[in-house]
């Protein structure tokens, strides 16, 4: 079972071709073919593995160009048709559509439009993005923004299929957090000249009995840290959005390119910080670089750890105005439960159920999903 599209790219401009080719990597396509014609087009779409997608640009000759492919679409109606042009001619537009042409894509091209549009194709292919994506990123270390991803990543395998990505690239340690030893990690699937499919990712997730909980670990050796790109992050992103319902990433305070692409992609970066002035000064310049890199304030949650109720260095509403958000959670300071949890390689919210913090931690999980926070309600 293929859970990434496979395209072919048609353009006589090599450089035209090499842009399209990274922009669809980074949404996840797998660039089967980068080709300076639609010559042998026919002869690459009847293979046993043809692509499900062509990008075809018809500039110079917009008319022609439709004409010498115009049988295609209806010999292979699994495959969807792009043609892109500067041309904006009706009759052009008429023509390609009544030729079973999918998308007609004006250039240049609104990106926005052009990634909805490859979504569409994916979902055609039972390829839809599906998961809910959680960003966790703490404000210092020893902040526990591991414990919280962990947690909440194995509280969700509780009501849907859920992945827990280990994005700390060097110092993470999500993989001893369920006492996991993988044999393969996030560096070896970084490969952009190979088609990520299930059996390659099944291959690379580690899995918890208890939990059902998949589990990507960081690489092995720190030196393999250079194989992550941005690139293939953003591709393993959208694959594991294709294969599960949850997708948890235990993540470090950076906007380098990876981390960048990572904020972006995340429909909620959940800010682990403890109520000290360092954590807190951190908070308050991380959350201004996320605004300033576009992120709404409804992406963005702020998670108290280790809470007291009495003896804490600032105050909460302190931290609110500072922020300008309000603090969404506060998991309570449990030590030893969480130590204990640990060292025995297992959740909290598993191995001690029924402790205060075990409480909270589910219930974050669930004020992070909607779903799960419906079915609560």
Same mark, same amino acid.
């Given at each position: 079972m293929f859970v990434q599209l496979n /395209? #072919? !790219? #048609?353009?006589? *401009? %090599? $450089?035209?071709? @090499? &842009? +399209? @080719?990274?922009?669809l990597t980074q949404h996840g396509i797998h660039v089967s073919q980068q080709l300076p014609a639609a010559d042998t087009l026919q002869t690459a779409l009847q293979r046993s593995d043809a692509a499900q997608l062509v990008v075809l640009n018809l500039d110079p000759n917009p008319a022609e160009a439709l004409k010498r492919v115009g049988h295609l679409p209806r010999q292979f109606p699994g495959v969807s048709f792009f043609v892109l042009s500067q041309v904006l001619d009706a009759n052009l537009l008429m023509e390609a559509m009544h030729l079973g042409v999918k998308e007609f894509i004006p250039l240049p091209i609104h990106v926005e439009k052009f990634a909805a549009a490859i979504e569409r194709v994916a979902g055609m292919n039972g390829m839809g993005k599906k998961a809910? $994506?959680?960003?966790? =990123? %703490? $404000? +210092?270390?020893g902040c526990g923004s591991t414990t919280i991803a962990c947690n909440v990543a194995a509280s969700l395998a509780k009501v849907g299929k859920t992945a827990l990505l280990d994005l700390d690239l060097v110092r993470g340690g999500v993989a001893s957090y369920f006492d996991l030893r993988p044999r393969y990690t996030i560096a070896d699937v970084m490969d952009q000249t190979a088609t990520l499919d299930m059996q390659l990712l099944d291959n690379a997730l580690a899995r918890h009995a208890k939990s059902g909980l998949a589990v990507l670990s960081r690489p092995e050796l720190p030196e393999d840290t250079q194989r992550v790109t941005q690139a293939g992050f953003n591709r393993l992103n959208v694959m594991l959005g294709r294969m599960f319902d949850y997708a948890v990433i235990d993540s470090i305070m @950076?906007?380098? %390119? !990876?981390?960048?692409? /990572? =904020?972006? /992609?995340? *429909?909620?970066? !959940? =800010? !682990? +910080?403890q109520l000290n002035v360092p954590s807190a000064k951190n908070a308050e310049r991380f959350v201004g670089a996320l605004r300033r890199m576009g992120i709404e304030s409804s992406k963005m949650k702020i998670v108290v750890n280790r809470y007291v109720k009495k003896g804490w260095d600032i105050d909460p509403e302190e931290v &609110?105005?500072?922020?300008?958000?309000? #603090?969404s959670w506060m998991v309570p300071n449990d030590f030893k439960s969480a130590i204990e949890a640990i060292n025995f390689g297992e959740p909290v919210v598993i191995r001690s159920p029924r402790a205060e913090i075990s409480t909270s931690l589910t219930g974050l999980a669930q004020m992070l999903n909607a779903k799960a926070t419906a079915v609560a309600a």
């Open positions: /395209a #072919i !790219v #048609i353009d006589a *401009d %090599p $450089t035209n071709r @090499s &842009e +399209m @080719s990274a922009f809910k $994506t959680i960003h966790v =990123i %703490p $404000t +210092m270390g @950076s906007i380098d %390119p !990876v981390y960048a692409a /990572a =904020i972006a /992609a995340a *429909d909620v970066n !959940v =800010i !682990v +910080m &609110e105005r500072a922020l300008g958000l309000k #603090i």
